[in-house]
């Protein structure tokens, strides 16, 4: 039996596993023995079921499995050849008339195992089969746990199942590295029973199993420890902790037109914590669209400053960089110089910027990742915010928070609800805030469905709200009409509404260039623009409230969490803001079930997790959009009770710290398969 480290080697380590065969497998992504173990079998290969002798029942038809161990080819005329075969010790006889020694020889291999079908007879008190018919050539001491893998050119079945039972007979004993309160949660099968089960079982009927349930654990709480290491390295790395007080944030804090939301203040308690800590803050402020994650962590900059550092603030689009730097142009310029750059800033005036953040004239720097190319050098920054950023992953983050230097804190920003199930999967390696109260002010989205021959009546509603001094938002899933989708464009709504409305109805969409997109959002901002038809594209992060409504076409065309993304562009003024939804007859169940829920709550959080059931894992918005690689065996539905238990383990964990080390094989095995790593 190999050691641990077998598991890790290449699999030209196994027998029969030549240079052609390697480049085969490494084309599948396989190059371990233990990718080679994570790869799962398709199903099992229909094979004869075997029969024992004492089942058998003269006259009765059988599959048996033999093994061929005396030929006896009498060369008499009219005298049968005859083959004497054992089981379990047992002679039984294959008895053939009229065939020719040269078939047998070849169908009934001496001392090979092979199945053969016949109808049991007695003769002379033992069992014997007249003319079996042959049911596997192959090398049969496999046949009965043969499956069905994936292949890629240059492998067989039969080439790819001696290779796993190559591999199984090899197979290292692990040392259980679950402690008993945990393993007992799947009857403390072992990982080699667990795997060699996953391979040799149907498929369909072990995913209910003990073994399968080990397996989704191991994938899981590895998952969670790789985050959690990382999150740990981060936590030791020691920082200046930074000085300020909080003078300087009530005068702020007063001075706002609202007061905050007891999740506003208490994210920024938790971020000042961090900040005045010697140790790195890396910490995700999540909260719905809407929600007011700005105004948080324009404070934390602000008092990143007053502690005498500067900050960076990245937006994924140019748009809203802009937005957050005019906001704290016009709100905030008397306690900092800010400055924004990004790819569009001229090489004159970005030379200038790069000069003042050497020595310190500007002290918060707003602008895309433009802010961290390697020819931009801080004088000493302290702070990092990221807004609306839930397309980074893992790597990524841990990247950018390496670049800021140890004195830089890291505070990262999501509007994208996720189901608590998958928090730990997505963002494990931060600390979290979470906004989940809205500000008071606000009154919930009315929300509506409409079958699209209504049209009409949405139209009237619309003439009353723009009467009203509202605007209006019309979403369309296609730019130009198409042959093959049925669905509305947003050039054919502009060209109908423009005609049928004396207002000023404009269109923006991902086909016109950045500068034009930008030209008529900043004209929908200054309220020239009474109707803006768009597609999808258009960033949901800005902030425009006096657009009080949005209607969507089409609207069973897009998953939950998209929905409720773009009516979060409405409702973030005072007034009361409606969502309407059109659609065309015909809603299939789910269709249905994604508007009512729509309609009956506004909470981000909620409409995640349903959005998970309707549609499943691997089909949520964000995790297809983000790259992130799914897992292989776990579910979050399926196995919310495991992800729950590896939550409660890891925090666990990291309370104690020691425990870790147990724990290293599994996270070598899992580190490359591990979901958390791969994103874009
Ligand atoms: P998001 O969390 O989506 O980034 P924003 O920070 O853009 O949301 O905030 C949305 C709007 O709500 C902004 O106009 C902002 O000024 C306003 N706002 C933020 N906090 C409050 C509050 N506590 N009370 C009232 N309005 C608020
Ligand atoms: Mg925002």
Redo the contacts with the bound molecule.
């Keep these: 039996m190999a050691d641990f480290e077998y598991l890790l080697s290449t699999i030209d380590r196994i027998k029969g596993v030549g240079k052609k065969t390697l480049s085969s497998f490494n084309k599948k992504k396989i190059f371990t023995i233990f990718d080679l173990l994570w790869h799962l079998p398709i199903s099992k290969i229909e094979t004869a079921e075997d029969t024992e002798i004492e089942d058998l029942q003269i006259g009765k038809n059988y599959n048996i499995k033999v093994k061929p161990i005396k030929y006896n080819f009498p060369r008499i005329r009219n005298l049968p050849n005859r083959v004497v075969c054992e089981k379990n010790g047992i002679k039984i006889d294959c008895i053939f008339f009229n065939s020719y020694e040269g078939y047998i020889r070849k169908i009934l291999p001496l001392n090979e195992n092979v199945i053969i079908n016949g109808k049991a007879t007695i003769f002379k008190n033992k069992f014997q089969f007249v003319n079996p018919t042959l049911k596997n050539l192959n090398n049969t001491n496999v046949i009965k746990d043969d499956s069905k893998y994936s292949l890629s050119e240059g492998l067989t079945l039969t080439k790819y199942n001696e290779i796993i039972n190559n591999v199984f007979q090899n197979l290292p004993d692990l040392t259980e590295w679950y402690p008993k309160e945990i393993s007992k949660s799947f009857d403390h099968v072992s990982w080699k029973e667990s795997i060699i089960k996953i391979h040799k079982e149907d498929i369909k009927k072990i995913r209910d199993t003990k073994y399968f349930k080990r397996l989704v654990y191991d994938e899981i709480f590895a998952n969670f420890l790789i985050s959690s290491d990382i999150r740990n390295k981060i936590k030791k790395i020691k920082k200046k902790n930074k000085v300020f007080n909080l003078k300087h944030q009530i005068k702020i804090i007063n001075n706002l037109?609202?007061?905050?939301?007891k999740d506003?203040t208490k994210a920024l308690e938790n971020i000042n914590k961090d900040m005045k800590s010697k140790q790195k803050m890396f910490r995700l402020l999540q909260?719905?669209?809407?929600?007011?994650?700005?105004?948080v962590s324009v404070i934390a900059a602000l008092n990143a400053v007053k502690a005498g550092y500067q900050v960076a603030i990245m937006a994924p689009t140019e748009i809203l960089a802009n937005q957050h730097y005019k906001y704290i142009i016009n709100n905030f310029k008397k306690y900092c110089k800010p400055q924004i750059l990004t790819g569009k800033t001229e090489y004159i005036q970005r030379k200038k910027i790069l000069n003042d953040l050497l020595c310190k004239k500007i002290n918060i720097l707003i602008g895309t990742h433009a802010l961290f190319q390697n020819k931009i050098t801080y004088n000493n920054l302290g702070l990092i915010i990221i807004?609306?950023q839930h397309k980074f992953g893992v790597n990524q983050r841990k990247k950018l928070s390496d670049k800021g230097g140890d004195n830089c804190d890291v505070l990262v920003?999501s509007?994208t609800p996720i189901p608590r199930t998958m928090m730990m999967t997505i963002y494990g390696d931060m600390d979290i805030s979470l906004?989940k109260s809205k500000?008071?002010?606000?009154k919930p989205i009315k929300t509506y469905s409409k079958n699209e021959t209504k049209i009409d009546d949405v139209i009237k509603f619309i003439k009353k709200e723009i009467l009203k001094k509202n605007q209006i938002f019309w979403v369309c899933p296609l730019i130009k009409e198409s042959q093959k989708i049925d669905h509305q464009s947003a050039i054919e709504k502009y060209k109908y509404l423009s005609r049928i409305l004396n207002y000023n109805v404009d269109i923006i969409h991902g086909s016109m260039c950045k500068e034009d997109r930008e030209d008529v959002l900043k004209k929908f901002k200054e309220k020239k623009i009474d109707i803006l038809v768009s597609t999808t594209v258009i960033e949901v992060?800005i902030?425009f409230?006096n657009a009080n409504v949005i209607v969507i076409e089409n609207s069973n065309k897009y998953g939950l969490s998209q929905l409720h993304q773009l009516r979060?562009r409405v409702g973030?003024?005072e007034r009361e803001a409606a969502c309407i939804l059109l659609f065309k007859a015909g809603l299939s169940e789910n269709a249905r079930k994604r508007i009512t829920i729509l309609k009956n709550t506004n909470d981000g959080f909620k409409i995640a997790e349903e959005d998970l059931k309707i549609r499943g894992y691997g089909d949520i918005l964000g995790f297809k959009q983000s790259g992130l690689k799914k897992y292989n065996l776990a579910d979050p539905l399926q196995h919310k009770d495991l992800f729950d238990l590896a939550e409660t383990h890891i925090k666990k964990i990291e309370k104690n710290n020691i425990e870790i080390v147990r724990y290293n094989k599994l996270l070598k095995l899992y580190d490359k398969v591990a979901v958390i790593n791969d994103a874009i």
């Design positions: 037109e609202f007061n905050l939301t506003q909260g719905d669209v809407g929600s007011g994650k700005t105004i807004d609306e920003m509007a906004i500000p008071k002010n606000r992060g902030d409230p979060g973030r003024g």
